[in-house]
């Protein structure tokens, strides 16, 4: 497949309608409830789409990403209140930072494969969330930080939530636009060939360390800008908000749910969970404590065992990118890539 | 000082008679299950509930439940188990963590997130030996690991199923071949995983208040020491546990209470890039029933 093609296929018009529809629409309907939903939405989808860089073409099931998220809004908030970097600045330093932790935790544990792999990354996880909460000169502790509320461009700070909009969906598109250089570019076939079996890559001289540090560090780079924006968004961060595991599950339930190591996969994951979710929560939460997250679970559940390949496995057109993946004679376990085979 | 270790002991032989069940499904079946937590937490729940309506003791209570839910595994869920053995290991992650989440909200919506407990004789109980005093209920556990780490053991190595269940462990084809229903045997582990897992939560009760998210530190703490004692080796998940309790005891009296988590990750993490076979795993198997 030639790239021109396949770029077509990426951005088709079926997938452009998918990617700026929720913008549109948060933009045209003046709902707080409703604009909070597609903000938020746009921001795990974002992160399940820097995610699925590592555990998707990688095939390196992280499920301690929520630590390189906290990194991100710990590193640009301490770097504001303390000495008022602007958050756009703090939010490179957190990326690089994020970016320096994934490589050193992704040249320690290296060797570790499958279930190993995923352990040791919550372990990470958790130490991270740990020191936050001991090392209380620095992080306050498990009493959070809260942004003082100064709107302002260079404070990314904004009193209407049409720029939060605009900028989670740059977010957006700029991710999707990685995944898609992923898929089509030599790294990404890299990846991909490491992926499918660590033995023949290397057997064709591909440096798997290498390549697979880049993946880490571009994924937790990725991750840790998005941790600034949330926080700027929320204005208060504390260890249980943002190195909490259940947020590097999330990530990692959405591109399982929409179809993991696909571009939009993740995306559309984002669409379908985070508004039930959020739907769920505002619907039953009230009524009986618990029960939202029941009916939530379950659909996870049914999605996860019925549809290994995602949601977008109902949607294998050309327009969605599925010829790629069912290409004949790519061994693949019925969850997508997952492991070394 | 003796007092830390001998502390530290008993609550090594509680972190791995709560692990033992673990051992069998993800040490023995490979099987990620990140609903351990919430099988401890549903037996505490059913130990509690049998104290406070029928006033049956904790300790016969488990005798009932971890039977109990050996039955439930090998019948109603069995196509479950079954399922789950055939899916990749990520996709046993969420099923098994989408089990978690239904079974921790269940409780939530069915018996509030209030902390609760059982106030039997023995539960403040403490035994003085000289000067090194600790409780009889973190006694019985530490006991009962030692029976269970002994008994499971044997079964492991001289009964037949014992037997189908390591040819299973170490090629799942082969075994097949050699006439093993393995279908069959990882019910049957999974069964016997969770039933121990169930025995081992109806005894925390004395120890522990119950309530819905009670599960997920115990899960933790199963995964490092399954994996600190070795896959599949059952006295090393007793090891392992020692290892953790004194760890636990030791840093918490040394360092600071909120350190000691932190010990025991970098012990796991350690543990995982050193030697991922564990302490006393076979070398290599760690690379079983990896896809």
Not at chain 2, 126 to 137: D, M
Not at chain 2, 216 to 222: T, Y
Not at chain 2, 272 to 290: D, H, I, M, N, S
Request: proline content about 3%.
């Amino acid at each position: 497949m030639t790239m021109q093609r396949s770029l077509k296929r990426e951005f088709s018009l079926v997938r452009i309608v998918l990617l700026v529809l929720p913008m549109l629409l948060a933009l045209i309907i003046p709902n707080a409830f409703f604009r909070d939903i597609v903000i938020l939405l746009m921001l795990w989808s974002t992160a399940a789409s820097a995610w699925n860089l590592l555990g998707g073409f990688a095939g390196q099931l992280s499920i301690g990403h929520t630590a390189f998220f906290g990194i991100g809004a710990y590193t640009s908030t301490l770097l504001y209140i303390n000495f008022s970097v602007s958050p756009w600045i703090g939010m490179f330093a957190g990326a690089l930072l994020a970016a320096l932790i994934g490589v050193v935790l992704g040249s320690i544990t290296f060797p570790l494969k499958g279930p190993f792999f995923s352990l040791s990354t919550l372990a990470f996880a958790e130490i991270v969330r740990i020191i936050s909460i001991s090392w209380s000169d620095l992080t306050k502790g498990s009493r959070g930080i809260v942004i003082k509320y100064t709107p302002g461009f260079d404070k990314f700070i904004f009193d209407s939530p049409v720029a939060y909009i605009l900028i989670a969906w740059v977010f957006m598109i700029a991710v999707y636009c990685v995944a898609v250089y992923f898929n089509n570019s030599r790294l990404g076939f890299y990846l991909m060939a490491y992926r499918e079996s660590e033995d023949a890559a290397r057997a064709l001289g591909i440096n798997t360390v290498t390549v697979r540090l880049k993946a880490v560090a571009i994924s937790a780079g990725l991750t840790a800008m998005l941790g600034t924006f949330y926080a700027q968004y929320i204005l208060f961060i504390d260890p249980e908000s943002v190195f909490i595991v259940d947020n590097s599950l999330q990530i990692v339930l959405l591109s399982l749910v929409g179809g993991i190591g696909t571009t939009i996969g993740p995306i559309i994951g984002g669409y379908i969970m985070v508004p039930l979710g959020q739907f769920l929560r505002s619907a039953l939460g009230d009524a009986v404590p618990g029960f939202h997250l029941v009916i939530y679970g379950l659909c996870m559940l049914l999605i996860i065992m019925y549809l290994p390949g995602g949601l977008v496995s109902l949607l294998q057109r050309r327009s969605f990118g599925g010829s790629r993946l069912k290409r004949p004679g790519r061994r693949r376990d019925e969850h997508g890539a997952v492991g070394n085979s | 000082m003796s007092q830390l270790l001998v502390t530290g002991i008993l609550l090594g032989g509680l972190y791995a008679l709560i692990s033992m069940g673990l051992n069998l499904i993800f040490g023995v079946l490979r099987i990620v299950n990140f609903a351990h937590g919430e099988f401890i937490m549903v037996s505490m729940y059913l130990a509690y509930w049998a104290y406070y309506y029928y006033k049956i003791d904790p300790y016969i209570s488990a005798f009932v439940i971890a039977p109990l839910t050996f039955l439930f595994f090998m019948t109603v869920a069995k196509p479950f188990i079954v399922k789950l053995a055939d899916s990749s290991h990520l996709g046993q992650v969420f099923i098994t963590f989408g089990i978690g989440i239904v079974l921790q909200n269940l409780a939530l919506m069915l018996f509030s997130a209030d902390y609760r407990s059982v106030d039997t004789v023995y539960s403040k109980m403490q035994i003085a030996l000289g000067e090194i005093q600790f409780s009889l209920a973190r006694m019985v556990m530490f006991l009962l690991s030692l029976v269970f780490t002994v008994a499971l053991y044997y079964y492991l190595k001289k009964s037949y199923m014992g037997k189908t269940i390591r040819a299973t462990m170490q090629n799942r084809t082969v075994a097949m071949l050699m006439g093993i229903d393995t279908q069959k045997v990882y019910v049957f582990t999974f069964a016997l995983g969770a039933a121990i897992t169930a025995f081992a939560g109806g005894l925390l009760l004395p120890i522990f208040y119950v309530y819905p998210t009670i599960g997920f530190s115990f899960a933790l703490i199963a995964f490092i020491v399954v994996i600190l004692g070795g896959l599949g080796s059952i006295p090393g998940t007793l090891i392992g546990g020692f290892i953790i309790g004194l760890t636990e005891a030791l840093s918490g009296y040394f360092i600071s209470a909120s350190m000691k988590q932190l010990v025991y990750f970098c012990i796991f993490i350690l543990i995982l890039v050193l030697r991922p076979a564990g302490l006393f795993g076979q070398r290599g198997t760690e690379e079983l029933g990896v896809k």
